[in-house]
């Protein structure tokens, strides 16, 4: 009687794998990882992904599922990203992007696992200047003041840690009942939908597969115990985004409005400096000088998500480098 090899892939556990961002990087991850998700309420199916539910506020779940896959890598993908909804639910952003992830924290190095955290420019305060890793957190949402608790409780207490602070990460998820703000672009459009896009935030976008690459590159070379920024090398608002993706996708950007969004500000924040623009502008030189390798402009990204989604041919394309890494250009 035959039997199949043993799976000898290195395991990576998904908390939140139905996310925006977990549901795809469990995508990019399961071809050359043993991929594994959890879930609390909601749940889409993935291809060749085992999932099971889990309470990340509940620390016995939270063990259960360490001890039964004994992952090498936990990426943590849950949380409330909304800026609003943070400021209008306080109790659950607290919970979920800072307690839930102190709990997977405090248990995962029983294990041996890595634990990734997916932290945001939103730690700062928005001046018009090149934010970089040893930069203060300076927070003005409640969204960046969760964000920076995290960030603080890994680098303290953790022994296993890799923080990605992230520009702006675009893309398409699995979930039907919460559409990022690509997809609802997308449907604006097809929907021949006039909208307004704010004019007045400016930050880094990236297409969710540049995460996965990066990702994986710092995988590979055993990046630990580091928090770096991941950017476009440069900034554009929604307006402009939008604008762009119009001329990227061959859309009439007739439908694309400017305007100013509400930016909820945080209760006790330092509004001396907020300017009437905000500019979230991470410095990237850190990540491209570890892996060797140089951070796409927006227009490059957009360029990447339109040949993913439609399989065309560009000239910009990743072409690797005489060192380690490989180029985004």
Known sequence: METSAPDKRKTVLIIGVNSFIGSNLAEFFRKDYRV????????????????LPCDVLNKDEVQLVLYAFKPDFVLYCVGLTSLKDCADMPNGCDALNSAGLFNVAELAPRYGARIVYFSSQFVFSGMNKNYNEMDNPDVITQYGKAQASSEFYLQKSSLNYLIFRCCKIYGRGVNPLASTFFEQLQKNIKNNQGAIYDDFVHQGWLDVYYLGMVLKMCIDKNVSNRLVHLSSQDTMTHYEFAKLYCEIFNESDGLINKGKWH??????????????????????????????????????????????????????????NKGEGISFI
């Open 263 to 320: 930016f909820p500000i945080a209760k006790g924040a330092n509004i001396e400096k907020i300017e009437e623009h905000l500019y979230y502008k991470l410095d990237v030189l850190n990540i491209e000088g570890l892996l060797k390798i140089k951070m796409p402009t927006i227009r490059e990204s957009m360029e990447f998500t339109y040949k993913r989604f439609h399989g065309v041919k560009h000239n910009n394309k990743a072409v690797k």
């Open 36 to 51: 594994v998700g959890t879930y609390h309420r909601s749940h889409t199916p993935l291809p060749g992904i085992l999932t």
